[in-house]
DNA sequence: AATTACTTCACCCCTTTGGGTGATTTTGCT
DNA sequence: AGCAAAATCACCCAAAGGGGTGAAGTAATT
């Protein structure tokens, strides 16, 4: 089964290069692109609409790999795993915060191609998970901290429920969370519940 | 530099386990636990704060390792690698729905499992990028397409703005915001402008 | 016991929101 | 040109929201 994943590969050596792109062909990805510098992989990079980007790391060029994930990450949405002589700790400490898919550590085993490729989409990919919002998030935002109470009136409100909803819901009076509510809305510094949903969702 | 990581190896062959271990100890992943099958791993979780989670996936039991993978994200929110013989297509494109961070193929490189560990984390706990929702996503909840303009004042009321800013800015009359909320509310099947604000964030 | 903070509740009054009805203008397509 | 959909606008009225004032009860702390 041919992938349509459009794939750039940058390696400076032109052997190697040939190897992963021989395999990458082999296990049905054939639409690949090389770049053998930092400056061909920049241009290839704004002229097409790449899917999945291999990087070596060192291209012995001024300029890195990990500088090309970087302006990547700047500048493009798009996956990329290295494929790197480098298995020492303080390259890894230095490489994890460009959130590489994968890192492949030369001489590759075949194999790992495809697997990182599928595995490096799919979580890049991934559905973020909505989590609830936690009191301690919220309260770096406010002017004083909220209480257990106002915190429980919070999440309701981010519910999208009514005042009237959330007074049945907690099993007090409308005006219990009225008065919350303005408590509430002069610790965030805001006017309305609409801007105090939309002040908490971009923390 | 010894690492604090709780990690746990799941892996019904003894002596692979060991090697696992032994590679982990090696590396400075001093505090690693074993199970040999899933009930054991079952019961581990539960009683221990894991960092990192190793998995085969083969098992030899009623449940295999990707059951456990499953275990793992409705129950907890640990990272978790494969260590596993399978690279066939067909194991591939189930365990990418498990969002692993690493999958390694047997018989494994040592110089693999700090780097997945290391880089898997990271992944993990990648901050998310707050994005723009498209008008696509939110057609996707609507019960008829929502037109540009409606996006637009989407876009606002998403803001947390009221209906006399959304007015000033996008150069209308108020009572022409007023009607497209009126048709936006029953696309989306809401009764208020924070049912809606929280029906498009859950998305 | 006194004090403070939180929780609960009432009420007043004004503003904003939202459902409804209806109309006109603009835009894009046939 | 004709038509449909979108955009714009007005107005009515009820419901909901929100700022303010004040009070009582509860729990924790000194």
Redesign the interface.
Known sequence: MKSNLKILVVEDDPIIADDICACLIENEYPSVNCAFNYDEAIAQLSQNQFDFVFLDINLNSKHSGINLAIHINENYLIPFCYITSY?D?NT??E???T?????I?KPF?Q??I???I??GL??FY?P?L?QTISIQKINKITTSEISQREYDVILK??????NTEISNELFVSINTIKSHLKNIFVKLN??????????I??I
């Open positions: 298995a700790v890894i400490q490489v994890k915060k959130f590489p898919v994968g890192y550590v085993n194999k790992e495809p697997i990182v599928e595995i799919e979580n991934k973020q909505k409100m981010l519910d999208g429920k009514n805001v006017r309305s519940r609409s801007e105090a949903i939309s002040v969702n971009n």
